[in-house]
């Protein structure tokens, strides 16, 4: 379990921290912003009333944040299930009971990572 934790961490610092660097990259004339015209595509997402791609896209800090920790729980699933082999409801023998164990992680991870990555954004290395 402490490795699995362990891992957790891991993740949720990992998610924050990409999530500042792309949030950083779309910004007007960098480098993600200059190779996919990201800013013009957030203003036409916005503009053709595509409220979710534009705020999801970069528009909302807190809907960016979001969006990044959605991908990453999903990322997380499958490396924690996959490469490492183990997983939170490995030890639960009822469908139901694990079930309702995979919903409340699945909320504690992505509200834990969608907070954390807005302070990356937000907060982190500002005076």
């Known amino acids: 379990m402490i490795i699995f934790l362990l ?7 990992a998610t924050a921290a990409l999530a500042k660097i792309l949030h950083i ?3 007007q ?14 203003y036409q997402w916005d503009v053709d ?10 528009l909302c800090e807190l809907c960016f944040s979001h969006a990044v920790s959605f991908i990453s729980y999903w990322v997380y699933v499958m490396f924690m299930n996959v490469v490492i082999g183990t997983w939170l409801t490995g030890s639960i023998d009822s469908i139901l009971l694990s ?21 990356f954004i937000i907060k982190l290395f500002q005076k």
């Open 7 to 13: 891992y957790t961490i891991i993740a949720w610092l």
């Open 25 to 27: 990259s779309i910004q």
């Open 49 to 58: 009333g595509k409220t979710f791609l534009a705020k999801a896209g970069g």
């Open 99 to 119: 079930l309702l164990v995979n919903i409340i992680w699945y909320l504690v991870y992505v509200t834990m990572a969608t907070n954390l990555s807005l302070y």
């Open 29 to 42: 004339d960098q480098w993600l912003d200059n190779l996919l015209d990201w800013q013009n595509r957030l």
